[in-house]
């Protein structure tokens, strides 16, 4: 329980007093993997992914960690793998995203504020960028980039909706040249998905150099590499590229590395930490963000993929809550209350809902690897309801535990990191689209394959983005589909029941170096506002003991 | 000479084992300062300024670090006190400001590119008030905000010109409402002048409250307070809050803290830092920012009046070289190679520039404490130069040494160290106005006898703004005059030599929460750009040892 991290350090082979070790003040040290020796992958890979979610969220943080600290419990040691949370949104609507209850990790304050920092060196290297790109403009713009369709965004750490579209470079002259441009989160930051994804600092600086600013007057794409800029961005990661390691509230470790929007983004944690992680532990858990057809599709087919990856289970959080909001019993408001249909017995709601859990262990089964179907209960839930979940993960020969990881901790689940030990086999991805070949076709693929959709119907833009993207030279990028997380299909009204559509594309983002095209399915904000009463308006520091307050 | 920061920590009667020593790193611990107890102050201060400096530098920080090195060499522990450089210019055309040569603060790369994070945590403070004031007004203005004279500027660290002038809010009601909008760099916000002259914690966020975003519609001033974001600015500045313990080239100890620019702020390390210095240490070293006109100025009115402080002596820092260049013989341009002439042996343009040395000696001798003049030599200085300089330091019955800290460290520091000691008494200091009073009269009061003005020239726009700052109870706020580094005058071009003059004011700026008046005598930029080529284009990782190269 009161382990100290130098002795969580150790377990891991590592030496503290080696430099690999960097203590990060009392409660966190970055690891230098490197430094550290990478070793052989010899752990088993539980990847946590969930059925759509409401906006309450549903517990696929807490039992990422209680399946760590549950695997602890029976005599495996684990290591989870999670994302490093956004510092903007705890000061507006949402929670953090360090777990929960007995589920957590600690200080989950620290955490949740931003952690070791790197949300903010990759911030301060994203922003490094814009500037050397309006730099060159202003200076004469030798590479005769075009100013109207620069693609490049200024990130910030704060939800400042008022930076999501903005005119910059006015002033006169010396400031720079006017034209509009935005601001996206720091974790929207395609340097952020470069950061989860590079294999090592050689890759990253690599990485960097390709991102594509826009196209220049003759319509060939600017890249970072040509401005400069990649060398002193790659400085200022230098130490982000190091995944942190922490604590959970029962003392077992987790490491926090990268946190890349589900959306715009890939959503899943560091490819340098997974990888580092097999080399030390038997049991290594990670989680992607969103349900099964958005950060587990996309751990598949860009983390996965790109890494070698071979999963030996997938578990797939569902909460009976979820399933009666699905089926329609209730809306779910971020804030408010839940409806009191939702805390009552009702068993024909769970099965009505349970197309959504019927949907994704459709999807999850797809990829090849075993699936566990984690309830995550709530005091409210009866076991009749419990039985109709488990009967559907039945029905796909998933296997099947209730947790109460955020009550108990550990101990709430024991029987889950039982039964994820009892489905285990590493096994070979089944990807559900080829990784070369033209991108409208492999799109297709994954719109059928994935979300079941009867096919996808390209607007003109997107049309000309993908015949853009391919004239590049840069059709062999993966496929990150920009997505709402609220319904199986494109659009959130349609909630979380399955219905037959066709995906339509409006339009396609180069992320080059991040090595995917983004394509965006709907409107999506990249850059969180704040509502008329955020958060932030209750926080403060106790004045007596120093502790933040209201977070 | 290879001390490990733990036994710093120990010799500054700290307990590594403690949680007030937070390591960051290998290289830097930060101190809670209020959990390691502060004690009695017993330690002399010696506060270091210098002639007016030319584009290149004097030295300031290097005689700083070599000073506090020779005080070791003779046997008197030092603690040195430091602003913590800001990372933005250095991926421009300035160096760093760790020192230099065997004067150093090491690992000065790890300094220049941003030290403990302090910087970006000041920028996320600002920046949470700065979007909480748009979500403000898109949500109906409750307070009667006058969004055309919002006076809060958003903030970024790095160096983006075309982000001095934006519109914001753009893109439809969602986002915000469209407004003129600026920014600037981390340094220049008042988050970080408040950071640097908060007492403690319970002062910091008083201060935050009290920070002045503009007026409402009926011209009373609305403050952080009322948006309710003090008490969230002072959770995202909880450990920016505690001084950064470094070690310098030869293992002597540094603290690093707040980084306030010295033209809009007034340019000192933080009062915690040097307060809890001097409990600890029976010498203070610490530096202020530009000339004695400026920094000095500030230290004494701003930071030493609201700390109660007693400096023991005061350094200038005088180059042979920058009396030439300030006798008219060259123009010394940053980035350019000196001009032949200011590195051949000419004693008549020593004696010509040694106005400007008259002129701070005046200035440095009228508030009181014992003055040393500190020579930092060049290996082109001839004896019969350096005699101009000695000369002139007797003249004013200030001491003398000339050192070679930057070429030999502490050992060429020590006659610099031996003329401290014999000089150090602590002093009351003599304000050169007065604390209380009409803010024109007292402005008056220190363009006459500080820059030796014949008086002030009030703009009409200066003259409202006083009068409003007045009519909303501010008068009592402290002078921050923000005046070119370059001249002794307002005028940049009139070089170093003084000549008569009436000190211009163009508008004021309130800055409450920090507790001063920004006074504006000229254009100033508060927000760097880059250059058409800047130092960044240079920079890398060592791809064999991940070592930073080009800075």
Known sequence: MNRRLVDLARDLGLDPENRAYIPYGHDFAKIDTVAAGEGTAHGNLVVVSAVTPTPLGEGKTVTSISLGMGLAKIGES??????????????????????????????????????TGDGQAVGAAHNLLAAMLDAHLRHGNALKIDPARIAFSRVTPVNDGSLRKVITGLGGPLNGVPRESFFEINEASEVMAILALAHDRGDLRKRLGNIVLGPDQGGAPVRAEQLGAAGAMSVLLRDALYPTLARTSEGTPVLLHAGPFANIAHGNSSLIATRWALTRSPWVVTECGFGTDLGLEKFVHIKARLGNLRP???????????????????????????????????VSAVEKGAANLRHHLRIATNFGPPVVVALNRFPTDTDAEIAVVEGIAREFGAGFAVHSGFADGGAGAEALARAVVKAARPTDLRYQYEATGPLAQRLESLARNVYGAAGIELAPAARTRL????????????????????ATTHDPADGGLPRPFTLPVRDVLVRAGAGFATVLTGELTTLPALGARPNAVDMDLDPVTGAPIGL
């Not at 903007?88 to 360090?98: L, M, Q, T």
């Not at 329609?328 to 009552?344: E, M, R």
């Not at 015949?467 to 609220?486: D, N, P, R, S, Y």
Request: hydrophobic share 45%; aromatic share 2%; with cysteine.
């Open 312 to 346: 030996a289970c997938v578990v797939v959080v569902c909460t009976v809550r979820a399933l009666k909001v699905h089926a329609g019993l209730a809306k779910a408001v971020l804030g408010k209350p839940l409806d009191q249909a939702v805390l009552t017995e009702d």
């Open 467 to 486: 015949a853009q993207i391919e004239k590049w030279g840069l059709g062999e990028l993966q496929l990150c589909v920009a997505k709402t997380h609220l």
């Open 78 to 115: 684990a290591l989870t793998c999670l994302r490093q949370p956004s510092l903007g949104p705890v000061f507006g609507a949402k929670g953090g995203g360090a777990g929960g209850g007995r589920a957590q990790v600690v200080p989950s304050d620290r955490i949740n504020l931003g952690g």
